[in-house]
Each structure stands twice: as C-alpha cells, then as structure tokens.
C-alpha cells in the first residue's frame, strides 16, 4: 500500500512540476538549485554587475556598485556563484577577479524578460 501511495506522490509530481509554454512541457525541478541561488540576497545584483561593462570585476567594484551591500554576503555569494558555475575567479598578478562563464551569461540574459515585466507591474 505505500507502494502505491509513493507511485501516485511521484505521479503528482512530475505534474506539479511541468509547465506548459503552448509548445511543450518545461519541468521547474531541474532548474530549483539556480533559482533558489538567484533568491538569494544580492546574486541577481552581483550577476547583473558583473555582466556590465566588459564581463568582468574585482570584488570592491562588485561592492561598490551594490549599495548598501555587505561585503560577507557578497563574498558568499560569489563563493556561491562560482560554485555554481554562473562565475569564474582568476587570480593573476594584479589580483582577483570575477567573470560570468558562459553559463552565467545564459542565466543574466534569461533574467532580463523577467526583470523587464517586473518594472511594468505594481510591487507586491
């Protein structure tokens, strides 16, 4: 009987998680880790920084151009995102710095069509 109890969880499911575009059926549970990363105080502030003017930033140019930021968060954060695979960390003579690897590009111009609809509705 739990058997079947854990077929029919799993049954509903695979339907809660897909979403119809008219097209085809999109699944939410593979994307749940980036999207919970990207709620995430500051990521989408850090990857949106990043990603302008010319792909790439030293940590006090990512905190200075988030105000009111905090450098622990930030410096999670970019732990975070680089673990993620969304940022990449080089380390050469001059110091550190932060780009977004291809993936990472991806993920900013995917929040764009979201964040434009956004500016046109009223908060919550």
Not at 14 to 23: L, S, Y
Not at 104 to 121: A, C, I, T
């Amino acid at each position: 009987m739990n058997s079947r109890k854990e077929e029919k969880r799993v049954e509903n499911r695979i339907k809660a998680c897909m979403i119809d575009d008219g097209q085809r059926k999109v699944c939410i549970d593979p994307a749940l880790p980036i999207m919970n990363l990207l709620g995430k105080k500051y990521t989408m502030m850090i990857i949106g920084v990043i990603g302008n003017e010319g792909n790439r930033k030293n940590f006090n140019e990512i905190l200075s151009d988030i105000p009111l930021s905090s450098s622990t968060i930030i410096s999670r954060r970019l732990k975070d995102l680089v673990n993620a695979g969304i940022v990449a960390r080089r380390v050469d003579p001059e110091g550190v710095t932060y780009s977004l690897t291809n993936f990472g590009l991806g993920v900013r111009e995917g929040m764009l069509p979201l964040l434009r609809f956004l500016e046109k509705v009223e908060p919550i």
